[in-house]
């Protein structure tokens, strides 16, 4: 028995679901209804009605049976599919469905079943996807923020999509930057810098343009700016501008500057009293017994300061790379406080300074004691140079707080707050480096700071209590414990 045509095909009861044994019992029930009314009229009109009344509630319940099982093998399996492909329409997730219900619809079910895989699959594989690219970017987004360099990426309306923690600081903090125009947060000629460079790029198709020494706020900024390469042909993905802070760059060159100035100062001295002494000893005799003595000495002693410069030098390049290896042993602090100050004194009567030595308790510490001599002594040669004919020095050793503390003051011009860190820099003195500050360099405290710190001390400068500058000098206090 076949069902109901559709379209050109027929369907067959069987792919609805409806079995063999089921059709037979529905033939059976509904073939009973007339032989029961058939043998009601043979015997009495009472039993036929009520045989034909059990026929039509047994034909009932045949019906009723079909419509359950049509509502099983069809409408579910149908209902459960619609209700799935609204949730794959509306939320992109569906679970899979039981194949189950009429023959006809399984091969639905599980083409629908394998479309739901799919989808899982390709959302797994979109899930790793999105997560490679979240962790490259957070990879992109710390090596960003941990540039010194100030980097803002801008789209191609110029408006800054990101921006690292440097950049942020230096445009101003306060300022809501993302989505910003970038010109909008730059003034003067860096704005114009930038406004050109990015004008170049869009008009003569540069990919990269570079300007250097611009003022911005309290610095120099060297910009470079990059076009954003894309692999899609015709695609724009902005440009990326570097701000880098030079300002140290042109301090260390100015600092490069001030040594040449003042090492061509300092050798041209010596070097035109040498070069003038010698020429007028080649001309004298034995005779001239006693202009040949005064310009031989004249010559000795420029010949020994340009050594002592170039020795400054030296040493301090050889410091400053750790050229120099410390010898360390217990050492009597206060000893070679009072050695060195014995050592200076002849620089000290020369000017007729007054110089006071406190220092008769012992005071121990392990040191080099050469490099610590030598400190002590460019520290008091520094209190000379920049102390009056006539004035004072005093120098203490104490011991406090497990520190031998070391105080050089003086009664000179003293040193501005502002330049109380400075004078450790390397080639730095205060005043014209060309007219007002005494011989030298300007090495003598940097190279004092640098053995200090070898030796795990500290040294800075103050107000001193005679009214110029005090130098304090503070050494780790060797201890029966320490050289337990």
């Keep these: 028995m076949h069902g109901p045509p559709v379209g050109n095909d027929s369907v067959r009861w069987r792919d609805l679901g409806f079995g063999a044994a089921w059709l037979v019992s529905v033939l059976a029930t509904c073939a009973a209804v007339p032989m029961v009314v058939v043998l009601g009229f043979g015997a009495g009109g009472k039993l036929a009605c009520t045989c034909g009344i059990a026929a039509a509630a047994t034909a009932g319940a045949a019906v009723a049976l079909g419509r359950r099982r049509l509502h099983a093998q069809l409408l579910e399996p149908i209902v459960d599919l619609s209700r799935a492909m609204e949730s794959l329409r509306v939320s992109g997730q569906a679970q899979r469905l ?20 799919a989808v899982e699959r390709r959302e797994g594989t979109t899930k790793a996807n999105l997560l490679a ?26 408006r800054v999509v990101l921006i690292n923690r440097s950049a942020r600081a230096l445009l101003g903090a306060a300022t809501r930057i993302e989505g910003a125009e970038l010109l909008g947060l730059l003034e ?14 869009d008009g003569d198709g540069i990919a990269e343009v570079r300007t250097g020494d611009l ?41 490069k500057d001030g040594l ?8 041209r001295t010596p070097l035109t009293n040498m070069c003038s002494s010698s020429e007028i000893l080649v001309g004298l005799t034995a005779a001239d017994e006693t202009e040949w003595r005064e310009f031989a000495t004249m010559l000795h002693a420029e010949s020994h300061r340009l050594k002592s410069m170039v020795d400054d030098v030296m040493e301090y390049s050889q ?14 602090v206060a000893a070679l406080v009072r050695g060195a100050a014995q050592a200076m004194h002849g620089r000290a009567a020369a000017k007729r300074l007054e110089v006071v030595v406190e220092a008769g308790a012992a005071a121990k510490a392990e040191v080099d004691p050469a490099r610590l001599t030598e400190a002590l002594c460019r520290v008091l040669d520094n209190a000379i140079k920049f102390t009056p004919e006539g004035g004072r020095i005093r120098v203490e050793a104490t011991v406090h707080d497990e520190v031998v ?7 000179g011009v003293g040193i501005p707050p502002a330049d109380r860190e400075r004078v450790f820099e390397h080639f730095t003195q205060v005043g014209d480096v060309m007219t007002d500050k005494p011989q030298g360099a300007g090495l003598g405290l940097s190279i004092t700071h640098h053995i200090v710190a070898a030796l795990g001390g500290t040294i800075w400068c103050e107000d001193s209590p005679l009214g110029g500058a005090q130098i304090r000098i503070l050494l780790p206090l060797l201890t029966a414990d320490s050289t337990a």
Excluded at 188 to 201: D, F, P, Q, S, Y
Excluded at 225 to 250: C, M, W, Y
Excluded at 320 to 325: H, I, L, N, R
Excluded at 405 to 411: E, H, M, T, Y
């Design 98 to 117: 039981a194949e189950r219900g009429a023959a006809l619809l399984q091969p639905l079910l599980r083409r629908f079943n394998q479309a739901v895989v």
């Design 133 to 158: 690219v979240e962790v490259a970017f957070d990879r992109l987004h710390a090596v960003l923020q941990s540039l010194r360099e100030s980097v803002v990426v801008v789209d191609p309306q110029g």
């Design 188 to 201: 003067g000629e860096l704005r114009t810098a930038v406004e050109n460079g990015i004008r170049r790029m």
């Design 215 to 255: 003022p911005h706020a309290d610095c120099i900024l060297d910009v470079a700016i990059v076009q954003v390469q894309s692999n899609r042909p015709g695609e724009d993905f902005g440009k990326v501008v570097v701000l880098a802070d030079v300002t140290r760059n042109h301090e260390v060159n100015r600092l």
């Design 260 to 267: 040449l100035s003042s090492i061509s100062h300092e050798l």
């Design 319 to 332: 410091l400053a790379t750790s050229g120099f290896e410390f010898r360390r042993e217990p050492t009597d």
């Design 405 to 411: 503390d070391i105080a050089v003051a003086d009664s």
